[in-house]
Every structure is written in C-alpha cells, then in structure tokens.
C-alpha cells in the first residue's frame, strides 16, 4: 500500500527513502492506487540522461481528463470545482461544479472536434483568467489536442512566435480582458499577431467584456452560440502515458522561447500528489493559487493538481491592487481560503502598504501559506508569516520551474520545520545534487554549488518542441548524466536548501522568467542602437530589475527620447513585462579578446560592487569599464 499523504517527518523520511532507493516501486504504487488507468503499464520507467531519453508509464493509456474531472462526478459532481472570483468585485463570484465543468468541457470538446482538430494538434490559448481558459485547456486534453498556454500579457510579436514554433491550427481568446481599471483588447492584439501566422485557420473567440471588435467572417467565431450547440457528450481519447499534453514556452539564453513539452502520465502523477502533499488539502478545503495560468505554476497548481485531486480551486481574474490593496485579503475573507499560494513579488509589494489593508480582514480560515517563482527575502517572508498567517500558517517556500512540472523542493506543512528563505527539502522522489564548476558533486552540508538532479521524477519535460538538440545542451550536457537547473543553491548544516538564484543568461523579474538574449535583440533593433547588454541588479517590489549598457550609434538625438523608444520597442514585441528599469548609455562595452561581452563585469557594476571586479587587464577596451562605472545610474 501507498502513502499517499504525509502525516509525520518520519513518514517523510521513510517515504523519501524508499522513493529513492526503489523509485519505480514507490511510483508505481502512487500510479496504480490513486490514477484511472485505462490500461496499466508494461515499464514503469526507462530513462537515459545522456541521450536525453526518459520515459514513464510506457504503454499505459488514460485520459487526464477522466482523472480531473470523471472519476469525481459520483461523489463530488455538485462540489465547487472552479470559483471564479472577476476582477471586478461587484461581479459575483461563480461556482463552477465537477458535473458543470465536466459538461462544459465536453461541449468545448465537440466544439473543437467540429472544428477538424485531431489527436496531436496544437491549439493556442491566449486568454485571461477566466473560466474559460481552465475549460479549453480539459477541453484539449480530451480530445488529445495539444494545448499551448501563452500568458495574455505577451505583445502580438511574441504570441505569434509561440504559435508558429508550434504550428498551431486554432487560437482561443476572448474580446478583451479585465486588468485592474484597465480593459486590455486581446482580440486586436491576436489580429495583429495571426498576420504572421499562416498556420491557424480558426480564432475562437469569448465574450469576456462585450466591446466591439472586428470578427474575421470564416475565421473567427464567437465560442457561447457554438457551445449552446454541442453535445455534452465526449467521450475521452484514450491516450498513450508518453502522448503530449501541452507545450508551454520559457526563457532562454538565445532569443528562440523554448517550448517544453510535457507528456501525460508522469506529469499528471507527480502533479497530483505534490498538490495533495504540499498542501495537505483536505476535503473541504478551498485552495487558491493566484499565480496565472500563463505560467507553469497555474497549468500544474491551478488547473491539473487540484483537479485531480477533487479539489475546489480559485480562479482569480484581477490583481493585487484592485479595486484596492487589500483586495487578496478580501478574497481570503470572502471565500474562506484554507491555502494560498503566490509570488515574493506580490509579497513584497503589498508589504509596503499600511497593514491596515490586512487588519480589516479575517484570514482565520488560512492553514497554509504558499510562496513560488524566485527567492524570497526574509523580510518578506516574516512579513508573511507574522501578517497573514499569523504564525499559525506554515510557509512552504516551493522551488520548481517550467522543466520540472511540479514542485521539486518544499517543507510539507506542519511537518518539516520551517526557516526563512530556505525551500528546505527535497520533495519525495528528488535527488538534488550541488556541483562545484569543475563538475564533481560537493558531498556533504554547508556547502554551495549548481544545483541538479540526478534522477528523473515524473513530471520532468521531455523535450523542446521541435529542437532536441537544445534540449540536450540547455539542460543535460553542463554536468555529465545530470539534469541542471541553471539555478544556484546551497545546503545548510542540518539539509536544508536554499536557492541563490540563476546562475546563468536569465533573470527573475517579478517572478517572471525573462532571458537577456531576447531582449537585448529587441534593443538592437532600435535604429540607434550599435549593442547593448542587459544584467539583473537587486530591486526592493521586483526582487531583480533589469539594468541595461547601451552604445549608440549616433548621439545627436535627446537620450531621454531614445529611451522611451527602446521600452516602447521592448513592450511592442515581447510585452511590458520585459520593460528595462534603468538605461545607461556606454560609449563601448567591455570584451574579451574573441568580442564576447563580459557581462559578470557588467553585473557587479549595476550590483554596486565596482571596487571588485577582478583583473579587468585581460580586456580588450579596459577602458570603457571606468567610464561606465563613472556615468552609472543610481
Ligand atoms: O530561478 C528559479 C526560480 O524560478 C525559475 C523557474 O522559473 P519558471 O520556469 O518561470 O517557473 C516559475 C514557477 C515555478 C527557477 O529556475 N524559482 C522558482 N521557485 C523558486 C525560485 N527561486 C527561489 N525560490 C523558489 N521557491
């Protein structure tokens, strides 16, 4: 028999133990005890890091859809499975039913049938936070179609890259979205984009905030008449344990997003019981996540993981500072939230504001505290602890990313004792490993390296789309037969980890995951840009911020001007959230003898630490380096 919740350290350990020294069997227990299995599978794992080549469940078939939303309809048919709190708070709250979201989905499923979409299609959701986008993404899954989530503040630019990497034949989106005060319009943002994108022939379009938009006849279809339509009956494709799930697309060090692909059964296992464990959810429970579904942290927290674990999960529509600054804790009161789960950064900026937002508030439903997306600093993680979870809610501090599916590192509440910034252990099944440059492993605690894994766990993206080859560099080929996170860590005295941050092209801006090298293409785009180079440097909301060296061509023009060119260029084409903080201009910037840019000095300038930047003689124009450190920015 399985342990499928921890109850005690012990049983932690023991569990730990035994998903290490006989991973197979302790994951197949989990599958075959808690999962709906159309047919089991003949190999639980086969992996080969090298190649890189892994595989879970093979020859198992399912339909993910069955195990979120079908097995539950005899119990819980009539329990809340999605609450959908808009935006606006005097738009009522919606209780989504297992029975309601079943049915609809079903319908979005014929919808999409009827469309001429096939097992193996991919099918882009560029929606907000609404229902809708929980539904079309099952919906997708039914029927074996391949969603591919971008996040709904990405530029026209950026949206129709993602959709041509992946060829998708449909783009889901509503006539607008609510952000705060503000109606963005999503649909003229898809027109634009799908002028670069032969490859889609239907925009099925929601009706989300009733403004006037243009529908291209034969093209675009408004979503309600074609569901009032469809039959609530669809059947599930019975799909293999490897068949594609979704792709969602991440930063890298070149400009080229790289989508993940995540396959079935593996990630639906090991989301499933992270969910269950790193929440402790109970029955009754009313989880929210308020991260978006953009991100990984709502396809596996929001949508898959509560789902199929019968849960109910909030949904919400609008940010932390609308129509006020306590509007999360307004949400906690109103809906009895026993967990939330959400970024340093949203944190850090309602920390700032007077703690009356929060006292006006009962939080006393709250029992666990959840935080994921970059390292939080302990004076927000204190703010946490002592304002809104008043020292009764334990703070599971969740390290993961894109690649990893799930959470890899995490206390379990009321069972792993806390400490401030540390995401402390490895969750059941991880075997993380700290590497020092040189590529051998730092046995031992108190130390600090590059954190990796050395075994595969179930949730871990299998390839890039359509690009193995960078599969393979990016994440397999730093530390021979290890996955490599990109991420520096540390293991204290006792164990615990802690993350230090990215070691390598991308940095964490608020949360999101934004790499340089697309940006910086972005900026050299500017017809007056001759280079530029952007770093990360510490910021007090955002947790980094990103500081840009820029060498222009021709220096007639008001540099003022000029820089609100190149942030206007960056939100056009990626979004405004890649906007730069701060513009220094260079007259050069400093590289090495072969002209690649040394960016670690550049870095420790914007870090304020320019009275260490080593031997700089080896340079080719050591002597820019005085003059960027005299004109920097405050
Ligand atoms: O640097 C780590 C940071 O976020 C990166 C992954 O970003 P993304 O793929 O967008 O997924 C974010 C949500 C899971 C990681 O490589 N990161 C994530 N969680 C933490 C973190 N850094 C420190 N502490 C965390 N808990």
Not at 187 to 202: M, N, P, R, T, Y
């Amino acid at each position: 028999m399985s342990n499928y919740n921890i109850k005690h350290i012990e049983e932690y350990y023991q569990l730990y133990r035994k998903s290490v020294n006989e991973p197979e069997l302790f994951w197949e227990e989990i599958a075959e005890e808690h999962f709906l299995w159309q047919k089991k599978w003949d190999k639980v794992l086969s992996w080969d890091f090298r190649k890189p080549e892994i595989k879970w469940f093979e020859g198992a078939k399912l339909n993910i859809t069955e195990n979120c939303l079908d097995r539950h309809l005899i119990n819980k048919g009539d329990k809340t499975a999605i609450l959908f709190e808009p935006n606006n708070p005097t738009e009522e709250a919606v209780h989504i039913t297992y029975n309601e979201l079943h049915e609809r989905v079903c319908k979005m499923a014929n919808v999409l049938k009827d469309r001429g979409l096939n097992k193996g299609d991919r099918v882009c959701l560029y929606l907000p936070m609404i229902p809708e986008l929980v539904i079309s993404m099952l919906a997708c899954a039914r029927i074996g179609v391949v969603h591919s989530v971008v996040f709904a503040g990405f530029s026209s630019l950026a949206l129709a890259t993602r959709i041509n990497d992946s060829e998708c034949k449909m783009v889901v989106t509503s006539d607008g979205s609510y952000r705060g005060s503000k109606t963005i319009d999503l649909k003229g943002i898809v027109d634009v984009a799908l002028k670069e994108c032969s490859c889609v022939k239907d925009v099925l379009v929601v009706n989300r905030v009733g403004s006037e938009i243009k529908m291209i006849p034969g093209r675009d279809h408004w979503l309600e008449p074609l569901m009032s339509k469809a039959s609530s009956v669809c059947t599930a494709e019975i799909m293999d344990a490897e068949d594609p799930l979704f792709i969602l697309y991440t930063s890298g060090s070149t400009g080229k997003p790289k989508g993940m692909l995540h396959t079935i059964a593996g990630y639906m296992v090991y989301v499933a019981y992270t969910f269950k464990n790193v929440f402790q959810y109970k029955e009754n429970d009313i989880y929210w996540c308020s991260a978006d579904i953009g991100w990984i942290t709502g396809h596996s927290y929001i949508t898959y993981g509560p789902l199929a674990n019968g849960a109910t999960s909030v949904l919400f529509e609008g940010v932390p500072s609308y129509p006020g600054y306590g509007r999360f804790w307004e949400v906690i009161q109103k809906h009895k939230v026993t967990q939330f789960y959400t970024a340093p950064t949203a944190i850090r900026a309602l920390a700032r504001e007077d703690v009356s937002y929060v006292e006006k508030y009962d939080l006393s439903s709250l029992k666990v505290l959840g935080t994921v997306g970059e390292p939080i600093n302990e004076e927000a993680w204190h703010w946490y602890d002592d304002c809104i979870g008043k020292n009764k809610s334990p703070i599971v501090d969740t390290f993961f990313q894109t690649e990893t599916g799930g959470i890899m590192l995490t206390p379990i509440p009321y069972i792993t004792p806390t400490k401030p910034t540390y995401a402390t252990l490895p969750f059941i099944g991880v075997q993380p490993a700290l590497m020092d440059e040189k590529g051998n492993e730092l046995i031992g605690n108190q130390v600090e390296g590059r954190l990796c894994i050395k075994y595969p766990w179930p949730s871990i993206a299998r390839t890039i789309w359509g690009d193995h080859e960078r599969y393979k560099a990016t994440y397999f080929s730093a530390f021979d037969n290890k996955y490599f996170t990109g991420d520096g860590a540390l293991r204290d005295e006792v164990g615990y980890y802690r993350i230090t941050g990215r070691v390598d092209d991308v940095i964490i801006v608020s949360g999101h995951n934004l790499g340089t090298a697309p940006i910086e293409d972005v900026i050299n785009e500017h017809p007056d840009v001759a280079e530029s180079a952007i770093v990360g440097y510490p910021h007090h909301i955002k947790g980094n911020a990103l500081y840009s060296y820029i060498t222009l061509k021709s220096i007639n023009r008001d540099q003022n001007i000029v820089r609100k060119e190149i942030n206007q260029l960056i939100t056009e084409r990626i979004g405004p959230i890649s906007k730069l903080e701060k513009i220094q201009f260079t007259n050069g910037l400093p590289k090495t003898r072969s002209g690649k840019i040394m960016r670690r000095i550049l870095r420790k300038i914007a870090h304020n630490e320019s009275n260490d930047l080593g031997d700089i003689s080896t340079l080719l124009n050591p002597e820019v380096v005085e003059d960027i450190i005299g004109n920097k920015l405050v």
